[in-house]
Each structure stands twice: as structure tokens, then as C-alpha cells.
């Protein structure tokens, strides 16, 4: 039914930044948020950001003033700008949307994961 697929992961030094995006296809509905979660090795998948359709934003506190989600609804992408990049960020970042159809329990979808890797 939706399709997301993530690009801009890469390798960068510590301090330095990267702009996630996601594309998000099929049969999108106007009520929904989207966002970007991180699962690092040996740690369980947490959320980083997110943002619904109607501009709502939440954010994990080890995003707040560094990360910085945006969302172009036109085209059902979402964009995850993250500055002054640590070590502890490296992780395998997930786009994620959540669809609340009318009158119909919601339905969540995943991206295949796009690798961030910070050296220090």
C-alpha cells in the first residue's frame, strides 16, 4: 500500500551534518505523521523525530537543538536536517509513517534504513 524510501545517510566527522530524506509513495492519506527513528548495534530502535501532517513535532531530547524535522506534504516527504553530529548517532535511520484513514484503525509503515555513521 505506501512505499518510503530514504536517502542522504553517509560517513561524517563528529560536529559535522547530514540531511536525511524520505520519499513516501502509494496510497497516502491527508491525517498522518511521519518521522525518522534510529536503531544503533545492540540497542533497540528509538524515535528521533517526528512530525504530523498538521505541523506537530516531537522530538527525542537527544535531537532537540541539533536535529530538525520538516515536511513537504505536497510531495509526502519528510526531511530530518541533523547538525553538530556525535559518535552516539551513528545508527540506522528509519523513515516511518503513520496513516489514520478515516473511520479505520491506523496503519504503520518503515523505510529500509539508511546508514549514519559519525567518527570522531
Known amino acids: 500500500q505506501v512505499q518510503l524510501v530514504e536517502s542522504g545517510g553517509g560517513l561524517v566527522q563528529a560536529g559535522g551534518s547530514l540531511r536525511l530524506s524520505c520519499a513516501a509513495s502509494?496510497?497516502?492519506?491527508?491525517?498522518?505523521?511521519m518521522g525518522w527513528y534510529r536503531q544503533a548495534p545492540g540497542r533497540q530502535r528509538e524515535l528521533v523525530a517526528t512530525?504530523?501532517?498538521?505541523?506537530?513535532?516531537n522530538y527525542a531530547d537527544s535531537a532537540k537543538g541539533r536535529f530538525t524535522i520538516s515536511r513537504d506534504n505536497a510531495k509526502n516527504t519528510v526531511f530530518l536536517q541533523m547538525n553538530s553530529l556525535k559518535p552516539e548517532d551513528t545508527a540506522v535511520y528509519y523513515c516511518?509513517?503513520?496513516?489514520?484513514?478515516?473511520?479505520?484503525?491506523?496503519?504503520?509503515?518503515w523505510g529500509q534504513g539508511t546508514q549514519v555513521t559519525v567518527s570522531s
Open positions: 512530525m504530523s501532517a498538521g505541523g506537530t513535532t
Open positions: 502509494g496510497s497516502i492519506v491527508s491525517d498522518n505523521a
Open positions: 516511518h509513517i503513520r496513516l489514520v484513514p478515516g473511520g479505520r484503525r491506523f496503519e504503520d509503515f
